[in-house]
């Protein structure tokens, strides 16, 4: 089974301190660390998983500046077999929908039986894989938390719905889905693993090799534009617990029982 993941470098909010400019045009980035998005961590693994019990290959995918290529090498080293990077100015600032149509015009490039994205990444808006299926005209599923081979042309599948219940499905290959945390535990990532693959060769692809105008994508394409960033405001009677998490967690324990919510 040829399989295509689609992957994104974000902000690793687990080690940044994540700010807002003063202007409000964007968060602080100078420092920050980034790593690979959690929801395409775990798409990866699945298709890794996959792939090793029914065979054929990994393909991982991004579009990026060209440290962006970071985030392929890291999945690469946990498996992968192959690793592409979109890059290209004009791709800058490309709203959900440009992202999408990136993503196609590589996927058409090749022959896949199954894509993968995370379920969400940075911006939240989850948007670039229901997009994608939209634009190839081909089955989709969001949510998904299972994964299994019925055989060459379906999966039998299971997704996350309201309430903590499992909708379970069949869906014909090739298809799209989303992939939710928590479907499988990414395996760890060695230094033996990335210095395996730190001297492979990853194409880059711009907007002439996908055969996309310039005014299809990046900022001029984009029908949906950022405005503002900012903090909300602290409405009254909110408080911001400080401290270690230690601390924090006993702060919160007690104003739940000072506020009946715990006995």
Known sequence: MEILVCVKRVPDTAENEIEVKGDGTDIERDDLVYSVNEW???????????RDK??????VVTVGDEESEEVLRREMAMGADNGIL???????????????AILKAEIEKGKYDLILTGAQADDGAGQVGGMLAAMMDLPYASLVNLIDVVDDSTLKIGREIEGGNQEMSEIGLPCVLSIQTGINEPRYVGIRGIRKVASVDIPVHGVADLGLPADAVGETGAKVKRMDYFVPEMGDGAEILEG???????????????????K
């Open 54 to 59: 029914v065979g054929g290959s990994v393909t």
């Open 86 to 100: 979109l890059s290209d100015d004009a791709f800058e600032n490309s709203d959900g929908k440009g992202v999408a």
């Open 244 to 262: 270690s998490t230690e601390e924090i967690i006993d702060k919160l324990i007690e104003h739940l029982k000072a506020k009946g919510g715990l």
């Open 40 to 50: 395409d961590n775990y798409a990866v693994e699945e298709a890794i998983q996959i």
